[in-house]
Structure formats: C-alpha cells, structure tokens
C-alpha cells in the first residue's frame, strides 16, 4: 500500500545520525518546544477576530498571511507528503531542496520525523500502530470525541516516537536533508521573521512589522496547523469513500482549498503514490496544479499521474457507503 522502505538495519551497523532536533536523547526539550509552537499561535487565532474588529487588517497583512500559508502548506504537501513521504514524482536536485525547505516553514516539525509518522500512519491506517487515528479508543460518541481530539493533535505528545531508521532510512542517508531536518529551528525561526521584516520594512514602522508577525506570523502557522491535522481528524473520520481502502478516510470537498488538495483523503488511502489527490470531475487539487507545473518546467519527472482506468479499479462498488455498513455486510 505505501511506499514505506521496511529496511531494518542490523544489530552491528553503527546508528544512523538522527535528523531530530536534539537528537533522540533530548525529547523533553522538544516536547516543550512543541507545545510553545502549538500553543503560542493557537492563543493568537482566537486573540484574532476581536483585534481584527479594533485594528482592521491591511491589504498587506493579508497578503503576507496568504503568501506563507500557500508556500508552507504547498511545502508540506507537495514536499514532504507526496514527495518524500510517498515519492509520487521524481525531482531535480534543487526542487528536492526547495520542498524541503518550504515545508520546513509550516513549522510542523522536522522533515524526517514528519515522513516517519506518516509513512507509519499509512502502514496501520486506523489499527492498532497508526500513531493518529481518531477511533484509537473505540466506535463510541465519547470515544471517538477523545479520539479526534488525540488525532487532531495529543498524538505528538505520545512519548512513543516513530523510529526514523526504520521508516526514513532513504531520507537519514541524505546529508542535505539530514541537515534541513535537523536545523528545524532554524526555518522556525525564519518563517516568523519574514513576514515582520516585510511589514516594517514597506511601512517603515515597528507596529506595521507588529501587525504582520501577528497576522503573516502567528494566526498564519496556527490556521495551518489545524487544517494540517484536521486531515487526521476530520478526513478520517466523515466525508464521502467512494474509493476502496482499508481504512476510514474520506473526501472532504469544505477542506480542498485550504488543504492545498489534501483533503481528498479517501482516494489518497486508495493510492498512495498517486501525485492527485482530487481525481474526480471539480474536484480543487492546487498541490497537483504546481506538480504539473514543475513538470512542464523539467524540474519534476516520472510523475505518477493516475490513469482513468486506475481510479476506475479503485472506485467502491457501491459509489461510498461508510465503514459501519461494510462491517455489516462482511459479518452478515
Ligand atoms: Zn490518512
Ligand atoms: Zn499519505
């Protein structure tokens, strides 16, 4: 089902360098580190919409907010989701970098344990193993209440880690990479500063580069954040399945846009490797746009676009009926 390398090393091979910040020794330090990235722009979100009423916000707060939510969200889909994680195209050595860093802006952690979790999300897609499934405690309201909040985002604070070596082995053995990965905060650090420096430097003011940090900043990473995990919570969860997988994700058409694509969730369990995810008639995938693009370019090859005579033998017979019925069905 994934592209997920199963390499496990032997005993007597000297360990891989990890591309964690801190390295595996230091998780408290990165505990807290998340929990300040989490909750720090979560806090300004809903500081947001009373100071938009006091303030107004400037036609170039606004674009500074739209221009890095895409580039990080298109970092993070295209890059580290389609490309490294799945490897649905083939990059030249600089769009390979590139990706890597525009995904690093969405401040989602670093590169290689973002690949790590997903690759082993894919492997127990909603079992016992997947290391973000919303029905984690059960088919239950209060259980699944409980589960997509663990799916949305108390996952990451699970002190089992996913092991970069056996799931990243192709990534750790990247040196460039290892090293974009590693200097996570780094790219932390410049994400947020990129929108202050622009704001001030074009109004030529402290409270102009104050807007756009809190704006281009702060609401921007944590509106990024929930619509990145909502793709755990809320596609595994409802949406349409007209697709077969082993799982419950589902298509949910009201997070296309903001999920540059991703939200096509059900088809993407279905195919993997697929470089669209929005594979049906209307169905917005800006992710696959800029793949093309990238294609066109000569920057991108052997892309895996899918066949209509694919998507054909991974439709559901019954056009999506949910996970429950099927269930019934089997049993019956
Ligand atoms: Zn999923
Ligand atoms: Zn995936």
Not at 204 to 213: E, I, L, V
Request: hydrophobic fraction near 45%.
């Amino acid at each position: 089902m994934t592209t997920s390398p199963d390499l496990l090393k032997s005993p007597d091979e000297p360990p891989m360098p990890s591309a964690t910040l801190g390295g595996e020794s230091k998780r408290s330090i990165e505990q807290v580190a998340l929990l300040l990235f989490i909750t720090v722009p979560f806090v300004a979100l809903l500081a947001a919409v009373p100071l938009a009423w006091g303030w107004g916000v400037s036609w170039l707060d606004l674009g500074l907010l739209v221009f890095m939510y895409y580039l990080g969200c298109h970092g993070v889909t295209i890059g580290f989701h389609r490309y490294f994680t799945h490897g649905s195209f083939k990059a030249k050595r600089p769009l390979r970098i590139a990706l890597a860093v525009a995904g690093s802006m969405a401040v989602e952690g670093p590169l290689v344990r973002w690949v790590a979790d997903h690759r082993r999300h894919h492997k127990f897609s909603d079992a016992q193993g997947d290391p973000h499934s919303p029905w984690r405690f059960g088919e239950t309201l209060p259980a699944l209440l409980k589960g997509l909040w663990w799916a949305h985002i108390a996952w990451m604070f699970d002190e089992e880690q996913t092991s970069q070596e056996k799931y990243a082995p192709d990534l750790l053995a990247d040196p460039a990479i290892r090293r974009i990965s590693r200097d996570f905060v780094f790219w932390t650090a410049l994400s947020l500063a990129i929108p202050p420096l622009v704001g001030g430097l074009v109004t030529m003011s402290w409270w102009g580069a104050f807007t756009a940090f809190f704006w281009g900043s702060l609401v921007r990473v944590a509106l990024l954040h929930h619509v990145t995990w909502s793709i755990n919570s809320i596609c595994h969860a409802v949406g349409k399945r007209p697709f077969k997988s082993r799982d419950r994700s589902g298509n949910v058409w009201w997070l296309a846009v903001l999920s540059c694509g991703e939200s096509w969730h059900n088809l993407h369990h279905a195919d993997p490797t697929s470089a669209r995810h929005g594979v049906m008639r209307g169905q917005i995938d800006s992710s696959a746009r800029i793949i093309r693009w990238c294609e066109q370019l000569g920057l991108a090859h052997d892309v895996r676009w899918p066949s209509a005579a694919r998507i054909d033998s991974k439709r559901n017979e019954d056009g999506g009926r949910s996970r429950r019925k099927e269930k019934a069905a089997e049993a019956a």
